[in-house]
């Protein structure tokens, strides 16, 4: 199971994370409260948020998916096309990722483009493939990515004025909302059938 913030209890409650043996204080970083079968953890704990392979453009094949941050929609993260390396012809590295992962757009987060990939192939580098393991369905993985709690806080330590980033370590230290695996299909489901519900409507 993945690492979790510990929970304790005073007169009123507050919220601590053990951190080198010492329980810290971290109450005023926590955007609100969870049901009692949830738990808040860092987004280092759940993937491998920064770890990537790196691919120069000699070594990737000709008829392999490479993903540009054009090729994503603002806001739904719907895939708008798919490129090959062939038609493409990249001149820089690029990540690679697989089937599964997260693929997370780390330049201008405010956009928010976040995918999740159905094939293998290769990314910019502006996109981080997170790769969230057993314990995190990617579909919740992305929608808690796209959420408004996750965008306000890559507003807050984003860097840069005109192509604003999240760095790294604040990549890593962001909260996550973790309930079980079982509530995380519930959550994706209903979020699909209303998605379904707005797109009747506005057809």
Known sequence: MP?????????????????DGKA??????????????WTWTRLSTLCNYGICQSKI????????????LEDIE???????????????LPTSSKHR???????????????????VADTNGFCTSEILPL????YIIPEYARCVLMSKMFLDYTAQCGYGVKMPRLGTE??????FPLPSKAEQQ??????????????????
């Open 3 to 19: 690492h979790k913030l510990e929970l304790f209890f005073s007169t009123s409650l507050r919220y601590y994370e053990q951190i």
């Open 24 to 37: 810290a204080d971290i109450t005023s970083e926590i955007p609100f409260d969870l049901p009692k079968s």
């Open 57 to 68: 453009p000699e070594e990737i094949p000709d008829n392999a998916w490479v993903l540009d």
């Open 74 to 88: 603002k806001d739904s993260g719907t895939l708008l096309v798919r490129v090959s390396k062939r038609e493409r």
């Open 97 to 115: 990722f697989f089937a599964g992962n997260v693929l997370y757009s780390k330049l201008r987060t405010y956009l928010n483009k976040v995918l």
């Open 131 to 134: 790769d969230f393991g057993e």
């Open 170 to 175: 604040d990549g890593r230290k962001a909260l």
């Open 186 to 203: 519930r959550i994706v489901e209903t979020i699909q059938q209303y998605r379904q519900i707005i797109q009747f409507a506005q057809a």
